[in-house]
């Protein structure tokens, strides 16, 4: 069913103040900035694409382009699963036909900024249906052609991309519960059945060694070793299990959640 306009702006605006990955402005404003880009032009423009590569290239200070271009993917894909996981689990909205309405804008450092002018195409969803819509807006709509237009400007793999888009997707549950504990299971069930899906599945498993302590086991990397001062993820697949249990037990204890 189609959802109330209305509705959709209290989503967005509701969902956006968990953290900067789960915002995305409805403010009429903008429409008089030229800055605000289709969120299309990500995947068609490949000129702009390459550019910012090199840029990440520079600034990771990695002289290694498929790594630069593996983490910059990453951080767009946890950008465009964050709301969409949010508003989905916390009001029952899929953008159906939302993604062609997103703008971005560029900015020197953090979470790209994204705005919507429309909040038409929005549907409303029961829990048990949602799964595959998100699949078909985020992957099918968004990160495919980002998939594509990164192999165009770089060599890198298609497993690893998708690798990343998972570990970016399980990744929105390291936010989202802390922030929402009321949200945590529906956000968690809802990352599980994506997971299983097309180009997700058998891109790792996720766990939840501690209750509320939600992690990922991914079966490829996304080379931040490789990066100047990095490391392996805790999520990574090079990384020994003995090694990454003790990373998780040390998390959740942080968190306030000794085992």
Known sequence: MTADPALVVRALADVSAIGPYFAVSTEPGHESDPS?????????ALEALA???TDFERRLG?????VAASILFQGLAARLWSPVVGTV????????????????????TGPLPLWTPRTAGWATVRQAECAEMVYQAVVAELLDPLVGA??????????????????????TLRTLPPARPDLGPRAARLVGELLRLGVLAGTGEPAEPAPGHHFFVRTSCCLYYRVPGGGMCDD???????????????????????R
């Not at 605000?36 to 068609?44: D, F, G, M, V, Y």
């Not at 916390?90 to 703008?103: D, F, N």
């Not at 090694?243 to 204890?253: C, I, K, L």
């Open 89 to 108: 689990t916390a009001h029952g909205l899929v953008p159906v036909a939302a993604p062609a309405h997103l703008r971005w804008r560029p900015v020197a």
């Open 150 to 171: 990164f192999q165009s400007v770089t060599k890198v793999a298609p497993s690893l991309l998708w690798g990343n888009a998972a570990s970016a997707l399980a990744g």
């Open 51 to 53: 550019a910012r590569v």
């Open 36 to 44: 605000w880009r289709p969120l299309a032009e990500l995947s068609t």
């Open 62 to 66: 990695t002289g290694e382009r498929r």
């Open 236 to 258: 990574c697949a090079l990384l020994a299990p003995a090694v990454r249990e003790s990373q998780w037990a040390r998390t959740a204890r942080q968190a306030g959640g000794a």
